[in-house]
Nanobody, 120 residues
Framework: QVQLVESGGGLVQAGGSLRLSCTAS????????IAWYRQPIGKQREFVAR???????NYADSVINRFTISRDNAKEVVFLQMSSLKPEDTGVYYC??????????????WGQGTQVTVSS
């Protein structure tokens, strides 16, 4: 099964910014709603943000007004612009196709993810 590929993570100080990218072969990105998830060390993976194929964006309460999800269907890419980063944003970030009835669940196999580390 074709996986989605995440990139753009890194080490940043608290208050800083990063932009993550999510791509895949074919039309997986342009043809679906796409969500970002993250998994802190020792914790379960959690929903971060979602962008619909035709409608708007949705966010976890913890990232509202700090993160922005967007998409460029022509380039088959979804972005997650993260600003005002906090140490608690640290984790491995993944993108996937969310289940329409429960965004906490994803439909495709997970990729490698991209590590985001926010230092205090």
């Amino acid at each position: 099964q074709v996986q989605l590929v995440e990139s753009g993570g890194g080490l940043v100080q608290a208050g800083g910014s990063l932009r993550l990218s999510c791509t895949a072969s074919g039309s997986i990105v342009s043809g679906n709603s796409i969500a970002w998830y993250r998994q802190p060390i020792g914790k379960q993976r959690e929903f971060v943000a979602r962008i619909g194929r035709y409608d708007g964006a949705n966010y976890a309460d913890s990232v509202i007004n700090r993160f922005t999800i967007s998409r460029d269907n022509a380039k088959e890419v979804v972005f997650l612009q993260m600003s005002s980063l906090k140490p608690e944003d640290t984790g491995v970030y993944y993108c996937n196709v969310p289940r329409s009835t429960n965004w906490n669940q994803a439909l495709r196999s997970w990729g490698q993810g991209t590590q985001v580390t926010v230092s205090s």
